[in-house]
């Protein structure tokens, strides 16, 4: 599976943004999906992540409420969607997959990354 994020950009703090992530690979409706972001000077940290059949979905606390996760398997993406963004969102963020759910949420591993993208929030 091969992973190419899209959307970032720059917006004002309270805004919103929707980022893409298109696989390659008819197998990738098998797989977990998630995103990962990385702040300046700071250690990379788990986003939110969607099973292959969108079952289960789990957030970090910093972005529940905020982000939504959702998938569509028929066209081999995943989305981001952004709410309420705070400057402490800004970051490179990078999609992710792999076949399990606890690799994607524990960084154990994971199968396949994207290239980032980055989301700058200005306050």
């Known amino acids: 599976v091969q992973l190419q994020a899209s959307g970032g950009g720059s917006v004002q703090a309270g805004g919103s943004l929707t980022l893409s992530c298109a696989a390659s690979?008819?197998?990738?409706?098998?797989?977990?999906a998630g995103w990962y972001r990385q702040a300046p000077g700071k250690e990379r940290e788990f986003v939110a992540v969607?099973?292959?059949?969108?079952?289960?979905?789990n957030y970090a606390e910093s972005v529940k409420g905020r982000f939504t996760i959702s998938r569509d398997n028929a066209k081999n993406t995943v989305d981001l969607q952004m709410n309420a963004l705070i400057a402490e969102d800004t970051a490179v963020y990078y999609c992710?997959?792999?076949?399990?759910?606890?690799?994607?949420?524990?960084?154990?591993?994971?199968?396949?990354w994207g290239q980032g993208t980055l989301v700058t929030v200005s306050s």
């Open positions: 992710v997959s792999d076949l399990s759910v606890v690799k994607i949420q524990k960084s154990y591993g994971i199968e396949a």
């Open positions: 690979g008819r197998t990738f409706r098998s797989y977990a």
């Open positions: 969607i099973s292959w059949s969108s079952d289960f979905i």
